[in-house]
């Protein structure tokens, strides 16, 4: 059973950087933990690429963020000291917790040209570990199991799934996924947590019966657990427990909207620190108001 079809809406980054936003949604905030989903891409970008593309440090507090790769190669740099980039179907796994920022820079394209395609995704925090310590943590390898059977091929991104576990840590139960599916090819989806979705990046697939495109994501209920790639398909599964209710105020996440507008007026004032090897400049506060105060304490 399919709950709902969210199909990616084209957002502007600035600089010639488009994604396909997926989540969130208006009727469908989050799917478990994942708050956040943006596809880039596919984009060629020629050598010389200009700076204005590159994303310059910016805050996050409340979330762990993941990008993953297809193609492509995005420089790293956060206020923790981790520098390093990221590539394709490896994982770098940065917690904010009560504060942290990066920046995120296409200087491989930039020297030499690249293909860039990937998918960026939040995972909000548990109220008890929304103010962890910031954190870092890189996989690649072993860390991230693969699998083949009859026409799919697997690698596991987070969480646990199809009898496998990721060694990134999560603070809370999830699985997320990358499927290549050949043409006429059936994958199971996992079942055992309360929401689930796909996400349908290339190619098409059938799920009960209809055939969906690419820029597509099927939230599913707990009856649908097969998809059948009707083209050569890239398909990302993701889900897990649902955490609550969840604010979102620009690259904030937090089940309090007085902790959004103090980390608003945080950066505002300067409060949080830069990458130490990327502190020349930084992204506003975006002129939208963030959430009102409900008291004077919450802005300290």
Known sequence: MIEMVIEQRRRSLGGGLEVGRVLPFAKRRMVGPFVFFDHMGPLDLGPGVDRSLDVRPHPHIGL????????????????????????PQEVNWMTAGRGITHSERFEKARAEGDHLHGIQAWVALPQADEETDPSFSHHEGDDLPQWSDAGVHGQLIAGSAYGLSAAVRTHSP???????????????????????????ATGAVEVDGAVYEAGKMLVLGRGASKVRATLHSTVMVLGGEPIGERFLYWNFVSSSQDRLAQAAADWRAGRMKLPDADDQEFIPLPDFPPPPVASPEAAR
Do not use: K, Q, W
């Open 64 to 87: 762990s963020t993941i990008t993953y790769l297809f193609s492509g190669e995005i420089m790293h740099r956060d206020s923790v000291g981790s520098v390093l980039p990221v590539r």
């Open 174 to 200: 999830l699985f997320y996924a990358h499927l290549e599916m050949e043409p006429g090819a059936t994958a199971e989806i996992p079942t055992d947590h309360a929401e689930r979705a796909l996400y349908v």
